[in-house]
């Protein structure tokens, strides 16, 4: 017991913190580059790991189609959207935002996979997740104190294109029986391969000048929050259950609150409320797939 929470505060903290490495390297490369850097770190400890444990077969190559859409739209674009709205928003928002993904997963599933009956406890949940992110985005202030709508854009598309990829998966590669820790791996690398060849490299050379934002990039958002992060959570997976694990997006959005405010970011009652209102969402949401999957 005391392990597994010692590995859902390391999980809350790799993922909340990512927020604040991605704010640190946009003043000095682009969001696409960001990209490239965190999946090029986050690949390698997984590939090492999933070599060791031999889950990777090359019977796998059949489903070679089905790892390039993940690797396009739950890896390369999900991470580029992020890196973008980060760019946009406070980190402290940023943050909170990238929390709906449990509640778009919720949504997508409820849609596209007929199996997966709602209960009054998930639509509840969804509901009150997205007031909370109007209650964030409070589009009834002034234009003066208003977020930037195209960052807030990103990030919910990001959480929505990410919610939906798990309906991809469900439908499309969970029948083969493949170990996550493949999938991850293969989507990872096909999407580094893609990112190398449309990324603009140019000036990332400054990064060299910023070791601050080199190393939050590269070992922050890229060995910790993506790699060493995917690791913790499938550890998770083995020892709770894919419902039991998904709690720990529960930490994300506080997280990236605490860091966000620690580095002068502003973070008033309205931050917190929609926050406390979305991780409800969220808790609600997890009762109810908890009471189906019983």
């Known amino acids: 017991m005391g392990l597994t929470v010692v590995m859902f505060g390391a999980l809350g903290l790799c993922w909340g913190s990512n927020f604040i490495y991605m704010k640190l390297a946009a003043e000095v490369i682009s969001p696409a580059q960001m990209t490239l850097l965190r999946v090029a770190c986050g690949f390698v400890p997984l590939l090492l790991v999933a070599w060791r444990r031999g889950v990777m077969e090359r019977g796998q190559l059949r489903l070679l189609p089905h790892f390039g859409v993940m690797a396009v739209l739950a890896t390369a674009f999900y991470y580029f959207a992020i890196a973008k709205g980060t760019e946009l928003l406070p980190s402290a928002v940023a943050g909170v935002l990238g929390g709906t993904i449990a509640l778009f997963t919720t949504l997508a599933s409820l849609l596209f996979l007929p199996a997966q009956r709602p209960n009054a406890a998930m639509l509840g949940g969804v509901w009150l997740g997205f007031i909370g992110v109007v209650l964030l985005i409070a589009p009834w202030q002034g ?18 294109l990410f919610g939906g990829s798990y309906v991809y998966v469900c439908r499309f590669l969970a029948p083969h029986g493949l170990p996550p820790l493949a999938l991850v791996t293969w989507q990872m690398g096909l999407a580094l391969a893609l990112l190398l060849l449309v990324t603009d490299t140019s ?81 609600l949401v997890q009762r109810g797939r908890t009471r189906a999957s019983g």
Not at 144 to 159: E, H, K, P, T
Not at 215 to 234: E, K, N
Not at 239 to 248: D, I, K, N, Q
Not at 257 to 283: C, F, K, T, Y
């Open 143 to 160: 234009t003066v104190a208003m977020l930037d709508g195209r960052g807030v854009l990103w990030m919910l598309g990001a959480a929505a």
């Open 203 to 283: 000036g990332m050379g400054d990064l060299l000048r910023q070791p601050r934002a080199l190393a939050g990039v590269t070992l922050g958002l890229g060995v910790l929050g993506t790699g060493l992060a995917f690791l913790i959570y499938y550890a998770l997976l083995e020892r709770l259950g894919a419902v039991a694990s998904a709690a720990a997006t529960y930490l994300t959005p506080a997280v990236a609150l605490i860091i966000g405010w620690a580095n002068g970011e502003a973070v008033g009652l309205r931050e917190l409320s929609a926050a406390g209102v979305i991780l409800l969402g969220i808790a």
